[in-house]
T-cell receptor, first 116, second 114 residues
Framework: DAGVTQSPTHLIKTRGQQVTLRCSPKSGHDTVSWYQQALGQGPQFIFQYYEEEERQRGNFPDRFSGHQFPNYSSELNVNALLLGDSALYLC???WGGGTQDNQPQHFGDGTRLSIL | AQSVAQPEDQVNVAEGNPLTVKCTYSVSGNPYLFWYVQYPNRGLQFLLKYITGDNLVKGSYGFEAEFNKSQTSFHLKKPSALVSDSALYFCAVRDSGSARQLTFGSGTQLTVLP
């Protein structure tokens, strides 16, 4: 039973570029959340997707956008990259779409994004 | 608003001794509380959760946590630490009444000394 998978593992971009990160949820999960973890800090919530719609959003600018596909996989897009966007981006999946909010989220190993 | 505080950036303990990693929280409604562990260059692994019921929660790898509503705390404990427990530990909270996202603490680096 595959867990949460993310790609790519590492990515290097320059300021102003755009990036797309991908996530496949754990089998049986239908809800995907994205987090940004800067070095030495805890993960910060970006947004959550369920039924192909953004359900809730954290305190991140519109440069951060996402998408969820019918197979529940998800993408995180970041436009006009800034140096401060350098971080580990984590995808987490769960099931129930809000009706089972007490279920733990399962995390992937993340994508390490470095901005030069 | 919901928040989590982990007052200790670093905890050192000798192998075989009991360990405690502290966490306090703030939510408007009833809390859902979680502990996760992170190893270098890896994602977060779920250890245990408190939703309702018994204040003492048992989780993976011999870890347990005690929910204390009056002190708004959810400290992680283990009776006998192993060197392999050395990792970064995160406490997280979700307000059962409103919020969907997890709010994480800043993390506590646990080092178990042989």
């Amino acid at each position: 039973d595959a867990g949460v998978t993310q790609s790519p593992t590492h990515l290097i971009k320059t300021r102003g570029q755009q990036v797309t990160l991908r996530c496949s949820p754990k089998s049986g999960h239908d809800t995907v959340s994205w987090y940004q973890q800067a070095l030495g800090q805890g993960p910060q919530f970006i947004f959550q997707y369920y039924e192909e719609e953004e359900r809730q959003r954290g305190n991140f600018p519109d440069r951060f956008s996402g998408h969820q596909f019918p197979n529940y996989s998800s993408e995180l897009n970041v436009n006009a990259l800034l140096l401060g966007d350098s971080a580990l981006y984590l995808c987490a999946s769960s099931w129930g779409g809000g009706t089972q909010d007490n279920q733990p989220q399962h995390f992937g190993d993340g994508t390490r994004l470095s901005i030069l | 608003a919901q928040s989590v505080a982990q007052p200790e950036d670093q905890v050192n303990v000798a192998e075989g001794n009991p360990l405690t990693v502290k966490c306090t929280y703030s939510v408007s409604g009833n809390p859902y509380l979680f502990w996760y562990v992170q190893y270098p260059n890896r994602g977060l692994q779920f250890l245990l959760k408190y939703i309702t019921g018994d204040n003492l929660v048992k989780g993976s790898y011999g870890f347990e946590a005690e929910f204390n509503k009056s002190q708004t705390s959810f400290h992680l404990k283990k009776p006998s630490a192993l060197v392999s427990d050395s990792a970064l530990y995160f406490c997280a909270v979700r307000d059962s009444g409103s919020a969907r996202q997890l709010t994480f603490g800043s993390g506590t680096q646990l080092t178990v000394l042989p």
